[in-house]
């Protein structure tokens, strides 16, 4: 079946540093989400790419979706303690339906 | 307006037992999702109602689970005979549903944090 991974699973930066992490899909992609789920809390949308080599920035977020799409990445400027949280990426997997990646948990250290 | 409002926040049961969870989606959506999320683990897809559609039951882990959504709203998940790997935080999510780029965006309730003794 369709897997979507991500990695790393695990990231801690100092505040200040920046931050990528990686969706990998096996099947190429309509398009793809992207959420943060702060500690505690619950997934919230962040963007949707949908583009074949397309580029988005929300201030310090940079997404991008690969050529091939098959593969996206969000890359964080700057990292402040507010970016804490689990970021998932999500691939179609049906109508409607959608297959979360495993997530990349973010910790900055002060 | 009012978000994606899951019930009971917390429930402790015993192993055995039956539990039901309640999902109410955001007024006008079509679409409803039921998540699992096992601590610190990624989001399991369990089944999702899109409209009158029959719904997609292909995530839901075993027969002990269940789940209805009642004139195209409120969803209740119900697990029946619960075990302790039933513990976990269980998510609904609600969608447009109506076709287009932004229709498919899922918003997300705060979930339900299920503890089976």
């Known amino acids: 079946g369709q897997q979507v991974m991500q990695i790393p699973q695990y990231q801690h930066v100092q505040e200040g540093e920046d931050f990528t992490t990686y969706c990998n899909s096996s099947?190429?992609?309509?398009?793809i989400q992207w959420y943060k789920q702060r500690p505690g809390g619950h997934p919230v949308f962040l963007i949707q790419?949908?583009?074949?080599?397309e580029v988005k920035k929300q201030k310090r977020l940079t997404f991008q979706f690969g050529e091939a799409k098959k593969n996206s990445s969000l890359h964080i400027t700057a990292t402040q303690t507010t970016d804490v949280g689990t970021y998932f990426c999500?691939?179609?997997?049906?109508?409607?339906?959608?297959?979360f990646g495993t997530g990349t948990r973010l910790k900055v250290l002060a | 307006g009012a978000g994606v409002s899951q019930s009971p926040s917390n429930k402790v049961t015993e192993k055995g037992k039956d539990v039901e969870l309640r999902c109410d989606p955001i007024?006008?959506?079509?679409?409803l999702y039921w998540y699992r999320q096992s601590l610190g683990q990624g989001l399991e897809f369990l089944i999702y109602?899109?409209?009158?559609?029959?719904?997609?039951k292909s995530g839901l882990p075993s027969d002990r689970f269940s789940a209805e959504r009642t004139g195209g709203s409120v969803s209740t998940l119900t697990i029946q005979r619960t075990q302790q790997e039933d513990s976990a935080v269980y998510l609904c999510?609600?969608?447009?549903?109506?076709?287009?780029?932004?229709?498919?965006?899922?918003?997300f309730g705060p979930g339900t944090r299920l503890t089976v003794l």
């Open positions: 790419l949908v583009k074949s080599g």
């Open positions: 999500a691939a179609p997997g049906g109508t409607y339906k959608y297959i």
């Open positions: 007024s006008g959506h079509t679409a």
């Open positions: 099947t190429t992609l309509s398009n």
């Open positions: 999510a609600s969608s447009l549903g109506s076709g287009g780029r932004r229709s498919d965006t899922q918003y």
């Open positions: 109602f899109q409209g009158n559609s029959a719904p997609d």
